[in-house]
């Protein structure tokens, strides 16, 4: 199994800041990786895809990097409906998620 | 507008068989270039997927649950379900239903159900 690693595991920042959220996985998942965001009491939201590519109707401050085994999504300037919850996946080999980064008001 | 709505028993006694159905809406199930899938979420945990089908009904189901699930698809109803047998207070948690694409470069899961919460308990 394919293990993905978020760090940090909580991301203290203030509003208008930029965000930097890490993900790596065990072995290379090529640009197989998804970006999550969860709010408490809903499902995920697809965010990023592909690695880089913002799903519909997503903002522009969200960006995905990386490739192979080690990735990033920033927040360019975090608004107040940003914190949440994040988790990377990966669909190169199955599908397993990090263990998620929780990104709160500073 | 795809959706996907997670129904079923919220309460599941230890070692019988945990039940749900997913019902889709704004699409076709058995249109094809897409997977449907179960993930799971303890409370307070991360998510982890355990199942999906194809419209032509073969599966695909984690090993850690392998012994135990049944994912089936009723493309007449527009409804895939999960069966999990056996279950023990380790199984409690909020159960989605979720597409994926049926690539390697698609299979990233685009629409999620609100999720239905089970609890495993006497």
């Known amino acids: 199994e394919i293990v993905m690693t978020q760090s940090p595991a909580t991301l203290s920042v203030s509003p208008g800041e930029r965000a930097t959220l890490s993900c790596r996985a065990s072995q290379s998942v090529s640009s197989n990786l998804a970006w999550y965001q969860q709010k408490p009491g809903q499902a995920p939201r697809l965010l990023v895809y592909g690695a880089s590519t913002r799903a519909t109707g997503i903002p522009a401050r969200f960006s995905g990097s990386g490739s192979g085994t080690e990735f990033t999504l920033t927040i360019s300037s975090l608004q107040s409906e940003d914190f949440a919850v994040y988790y990377c996946q990966q669909y190169n080999y199955w599908y397993t998620f990090g263990q998620g980064t929780k990104l709160e008001i500073k | 507008q795809v959706q996907l709505q997670a129904s079923g028993p919220g309460l599941v006694e230890p070692s019988q068989t945990l039940s749900l159905t997913c019902t889709v809406s704004?699409?076709?199930?058995?249109?094809?270039?897409?997977?449907w899938s179960w993930i799971r979420q303890p409370a307070g945990k991360g998510l982890e997927w355990i199942g999906r089908?194809?419209?032509?009904?073969?599966?695909n189901y984690h090993p850690s649950v392998n012994s135990r699930i049944t994912v089936s698809i009723d493309t007449s109803k527009n409804q895939f379900s999960l069966r999990l047998g056996s279950v023990t207070a380790a199984d409690t948690a909020v159960y989605y239903c979720a597409r994926g694409g049926d690539m390697a470069m698609t299979a990233h899961f685009d629409y999620w159900g609100q999720g239905a919460l089970v609890t495993v308990s006497s």
């Open positions: 089908i194809y419209a032509s009904g073969g599966t």
């Open positions: 704004g699409g076709s199930i058995s249109s094809g270039g897409y997977y």
